[in-house]
C-alpha cells in the first residue's frame, strides 16, 4: 500500500474543512504559478501542502507528480501519481452528494486551467517555457475531463491518462513490470489513448514479446501516434534475433 493512500485512508473519516480546502486552493493556485515560471522546488512545496490539507485534491497529487517529473526524481513521481490514482478510486465509492460536490470542484479547476492554457497559447502568460508549460496544462485537462467520464468506473475511477502517467513514472523509475500494468491499464480504460499502446510495444519489446509489441503498434497508429520507424526496425530486428 503507497505512503500516498495511507494518508487518504488515515484522514478518510475526516474530511477537509472549508477552510482546509480553501488554503488547499490557495496553495495550489500558488504551485500552478511556480509551474509556469518553472520552480519545480517550489511548486512541489506547494503541491504537497495542497494535498496535505485536502487529501481528496486529486489534481494537487497530479500536479505534485509533474513536478516531481521534471524535476528528475522519478520515485517521488510515482508516489504523488500513486496519491493521485488512490484518491480517484476514493471518489469513485463516494455517495452521489458527495461526488457531486467534488465534481463542481473540478469543473471549476477545468475551466481555470483552460483558460491558463489560452492564455499560454497567446502568450500572456510570460517566462518558462511555454511549449512545457502548455503540454503540462494539457495533461491536466485531459484528466479532468476523462474523470467526468462515468465509464471510467471499468478502471475503478481512475481516467486512463492517470494510469499513463504513472506508468511512464515508473518506467523512468526503473520499475518495468510495474509500468507494463499501468499502461495496460490505461490502454483497457481507454483503448484510443494511443500513447499507452505506444509506450506498451516498448515494454513488449524489451520484454522479448514481439507480437504483442507488434500489435501495440498497430494499436498505436490506428490511434495517431506517430510509431518511430527506428522503433520499429530495432523491433524486427530483436524479433529476427530471437533464438
Known sequence: MSHALLLVLWLAGAPATDIQRAEAQQAYARGQEAMRSE???????EFTTAGRLDPMFAMAFYSL????????????????YEGCRDVFQQVSSLGEKERAAIDRQRDDEL??????????ITG????GSTVGLQVRLEERIRVLESSRN???????????????????ARFRAGQLPEAQKDYEAAAAANPGLGAAHNNLA???M???????AREAVRRAEKAGVAVSPQFKQ????RAKAKP
Open 124 to 127: 500572456k502568460i510570460k517566462g
Open 39 to 45: 520552480a519545480f522546488e517550489e511548486a512541489a512545496r
Open 202 to 204: 516498448v515494454l513488449y
Open 65 to 80: 507528480g509533474q513536478a516531481r517529473m521534471a524535476l528528475k526524481e522519478y520515485p517521488q513521481a510515482v508516489t504523488a
Open 111 to 120: 475551466r481555470e486551467l483552460k483558460d491558463s492554457l489560452q492564455r499560454a
Open 234 to 237: 530495432d523491433l524486427e530486428q
Open 206 to 212: 524489451l520484454s522479448g514479446r514481439f507480437d504483442d
Open 150 to 168: 462515468r465509464g471510467q468506473e471499468l478502471n475503478g475511477g481512475v481516467p486512463a491518462e492517470v494510469s499513463l502517467a504513472l506508468g511512464s
